[in-house]
């Protein structure tokens, strides 16, 4: 890490506002805010949005994906189950949409962390061992848990998300560099 660079959110203190018992949600939240502005997503051409480098699911995806779980997860939280856009939503994730642009992804899975950040803030802590239920097969959590696995989620796909950019980069950029050396 160069020296100008600030330490993880996790080590840069207490949030205000926020209480103890949910700050590792809400730091992990936010070092998931800063991985996805770090990375200006606005650079990635439709093509690396998509591209599935040996199979892997594309950036696109991982954006797509990342705001629609962290909906869902703190939906249960809420102890609501998903309405009929999350759960369309959730069906179309997997499709690759070339039409959909790379600021406007990430644009709204931005909007998804804001939204969880403010959402755990106004948990109250006497609330988070309470039940909740998961998905089609009323799987059982705790406020706690769902709160927690979103952030952890969250965090995983944007470190795909970071990883996957860098490799179609780096790919484009290789294929780019032997076309000027095939046609220079």
């Known amino acids: 890490m160069p020296a100008s660079s600030p330490p993880e959110v996790w080590l840069q203190g207490p949030i205000p506002g926020v209480p103890p018992e949910l700050m590792p ?3 992990s939240l936010l070092q998931v805010r800063a991985e996805l502005v770090a990375l200006a997503p606005r650079s990635l051409s ?4 998509w591209a599935r480098p ?3 699911a594309s ?3 991982h954006v797509i994906h990342l705001a629609g779980s962290l909906d869902r997860l703190l939906t249960y939280a809420r102890g609501e189950g998903l309405n009929s856009r999350q759960r369309a939503a959730l069906e179309s994730e997997d499709s690759t949409d070339s039409t959909r642009e790379s600021a406007a992804l990430f644009d ?6 804001d939204q969880a950040i403010a959402q755990v803030r106004a948990t109250p802590v006497e609330t988070l061992e309470e039940a909740r239920r998961v998905g089609r097969g009323a ?16 965090q995983r796909h944007a470190g795909q998300i970071v990883t996957t950019a860098k490799v179609v980069v780096g790919i484009s950029r ?5 076309s000027d050396m095939a046609n220079g």
């Open 108 to 113: 709204e899975a931005l909007a998804a962390v």
């Open 46 to 49: 439709s093509e690396q949005l």
């Open 174 to 178: 290789m294929l780019k560099d032997a």
């Open 139 to 154: 799987l059982p959590s705790t406020v706690r848990g769902l709160l927690f696995h979103a952030a952890e989620h969250a």
């Open 25 to 27: 949600v809400v730091h």
């Open 59 to 61: 950036v696109g995806f």
């Open 54 to 56: 040996g199979g892997a």
